[in-house]
């Protein structure tokens, strides 16, 4: 039987499944084929965080290859006070996970949604991008009032640990969260 299991985001890495549950805890799922049947496996290869502030998770890919962690950190009083880590995930040929914190992009800069998995971009190939940032699209609500709600996007800046924001209308998007796209059809 499957475990129920409330996953924060999901995504396919190097032949591996991995999840980050509700609380942080990152798990590998693989599939064992035995003679007449085949079972899902799963490992826990990170423990889950001890934090008292509300902690969004997300997994994205560099432009280069490396899997990033990205744990956005928010006071539920306000949108406005985001703070972001980031590690680099190592995965040995065991399944054995190392964390390495890392305070540089590298030039790239990450896009991050609320259901949808994060997106790695080099930002010198888009104008307008600005390396080393996190864009972050997340619902805020004014005053509480759910008739109020609109899409605001965070840009974290790495660097200087700064945050600024943009909101939109309510009704300006079909959706209440934000899908990232990358162009890479070449003209």
Not at 143 to 151: M, V, W, Y
Request: net charge negative; hydrophobic share 35%.
């Amino acid at each position: 039987m499957f475990p129920l299991i409330y996953y924060h985001d999901i995504t396919f890495y190097k032949d591996r499944m991995l999840g980050v549950t509700k609380r942080g805890g990152i798990l590998s799922m693989e599939v064992v084929k035995g003679d007449e049947s085949s079972k899902i496996k799963i490992s826990k290869i990170a423990p889950e965080l001890k934090v008292k502030s509300s902690v969004d998770r997300y997994f994205a890919e560099t432009t280069d290859g490396h899997l990033l962690m990205v744990y956005r950190y928010h006071n539920n009083d306000s949108y406005h006070n985001s703070a972001y880590e980031i590690y680099k995930l190592i995965i040995d040929s065991n399944g054995k996970l190392e964390c390495v914190p890392i305070a540089n992009l590298g030039g790239e800069s990450l896009f991050l949604g609320q259901r949808s998995c994060g997106v790695s971009v080099l930002a010198s190939n888009y104008p307008g991008c600005l390396p080393n940032r996190i864009y972050s699209g997340v619902n805020c609500i004014d005053g509480l009032e759910l008739d109020d709600h609109h899409l605001q996007v965070e840009v974290f800046n790495l660097e200087d640990k700064s945050v600024a924001t943009s909101c939109f209308p309510a009704g300006c998007f079909g959706s209440d969260f934000p899908i990232w796209l990358v162009p890479t059809m070449n003209l």
